[in-house]
């Protein structure tokens, strides 16, 4: 039975798909432990693995950004992110690329110490890496450890190629065209990027492991052995080049029985079904959530261009800015149960976070995707090129334009939702995690 050591980032959208797999490797007969901060024990209770505490990143969401207890210089760069959202996407792009650094390698040095020391405490076999938490994998280079690399957000977040850079789309929906100018200035932050984390992680591998074989370009750091996409296996996403690493596409990190929520969120549902012939569900994420200048705006398209339409609206710490929306087609909640009201709602409004993307194709539920920021607007233009999704640009919408969309999914389901979501449905977390498996037999292959 192989000892597999599961590393989260404290953030939920990362923490959820993560536990999912550690449940799915479990159930294929493995000694699985979570390793995430200290909230998030409760996810490897849910799955019924071991967990231990470790904290990789500054920054943390435990479900919702803003009320997230967290340092005062981490909760100055939330903010001011948000407000980049309001400019548009290139604005949002260059915003995060400024805080990348501070947000996604803090204290490489700390990590590496306590990654040895979980590895000197479970002696784990090999590990999973969220791929997004570069100390991590760092360290487990740094160390000579065995890893398989689970990619949380889209594809393209591990570079297919050297002109590929990380925060750059590799393509955009329709709705989003930022003009030339704007891209070169993107290029040119997200280059310097490339450069400033790479010399970063040379520096610290000379340190700690001179012996060890270079880490190379830093955002391309990933296993030898093993790389999970939590996406479909879209057929023109960008190859990525040969490294003796299997690629496997997992389709979605959905567990195979969803929690039920209880009486409450019944009643919800069948008060707004009495009230409506249709019920919407309208979520933009852990930390979007925040707009709800745009929630409002959704919430009063929709109810203004679809008399016969209900809505949840997932508001986070919003909830009692949009109280007074509130009423007999409209429920607003902090939080929501969204894999639950996926079987129950007849289209969802998101903001092209994988996890939401995943989850309505394989739940077949339509969806209006409206992309803010990262790899937003790679996922809205592979959900518009596979005839998912309607897409459209959060920075310029209407409240006509939203309900128009809105009334076009309810009246004609998106063509490639069926195929798609039949093939994504055949993957899963437990068809990762007996593959996985098998590519990291024998685990030392990997060191």
């Known amino acids: ?116 020391n979980l590895q000197e405490r479970l002696a784990p076999d090999w590990f999973v890496v969220d791929q997004l938490s570069y100390p991590v994998t760092l360290a487990l280079h740094c160390l000579g450890l065995p890893f398989a690399t689970f990619c949380p957000g889209h594809p393209t977040y591990l570079p297919h190629g050297p002109e590929a850079l990380f925060g750059v789309p590799y393509a955009w929906p329709g709705a989003v065209r930022p003009a030339a100018r704007e891209l070169a200035e993107l290029r040119r932050a997200a280059s310097a990027n490339d450069l400033a984390f790479t010399e970063r992680f040379a520096e610290v591998a000379r340190r700690h492991a001179p012996r060890r074989p270079a880490p190379g370009r830093a955002f391309a750091l ?101 109280a007074h929306l509130a009423g007999p087609r409209v429920h607003v909640a902090r939080v929501v149960p969204q894999r639950w009201l996926l079987s129950r709602v007849d289209a969802m409004v998101h903001h092209g976070g994988n996890n939401s993307f995943t989850e309505c194709v394989a739940s077949g539920t339509p969806a209006l995707v409206l992309p803010f920021s990262s790899d937003q607007f790679a996922i809205a233009h592979d959900a518009e090129r596979a005839r998912l999704a309607t897409c459209l640009d959060q920075a310029t919408l209407t409240e006509d334009d939203a309900g128009a969309a809105v009334r076009g999914l309810l009246e004609r389901v998106p063509e490639g939702l069926p195929r798609w979501s039949e093939a994504v449905r055949r993957r899963g977390p437990d068809w990762v995690a007996g593959r996985l498996l098998d590519a990291m037999e024998p685990a030392a292959g990997c060191r």
């Open 222 to 322: 990933a296993s030898k052995r093993a790389v999970v996409f939590n996406y479909p296996p879209f057929p023109w996403l960008p190859e990525h080049p040969p490294s003796g690493a299997r690629f496997l596409y997992g389709g979605h990190g959905v567990p195979p029985e969803e929690k039920d929520p209880g009486a409450e969120w019944e009643g919800v549902v069948g008060r707004l079904r009495s009230a409506a012939g249709r019920l919407v569900l309208i979520a933009l994420g852990t930390f979007l959530s925040a707009r709800d200048d745009v929630l409002a705006l959704l919430v009063r398209g929709v109810l203004s261009r679809c008399p016969d339409v209900a809505v949840v609206v997932a508001a986070g710490d919003a909830a009692p800015a949009l």
């Open 1 to 116: 039975m192989p000892r597999i050591a599961v590393i989260s980032p404290p953030f939920q959208s990362h923490a959820r798909p993560l536990s999912v797999l550690a449940g799915a490797l479990a159930r294929a007969g493995s000694d699985v432990t979570f390793a995430c901060a200290p909230p998030f024990a409760r996810l490897a209770g849910e799955v019924g693995v071991d967990f231990a505490p470790l904290t990789v990143s500054r920054n943390a969401n435990t479900g919702v950004a803003r009320s997230t207890r967290q340092g005062a210089r981490e909760a100055e760069r939330l903010e001011e992110f948000l407000g980049s959202t309001r400019e548009g996407a290139v604005a949002t792009l260059l915003t995060q690329s400024r805080h990348r650094g501070e947000d996604m390698l803090a204290d490489p040095e700390k990590v590496l110490a306590e990654v040895r």
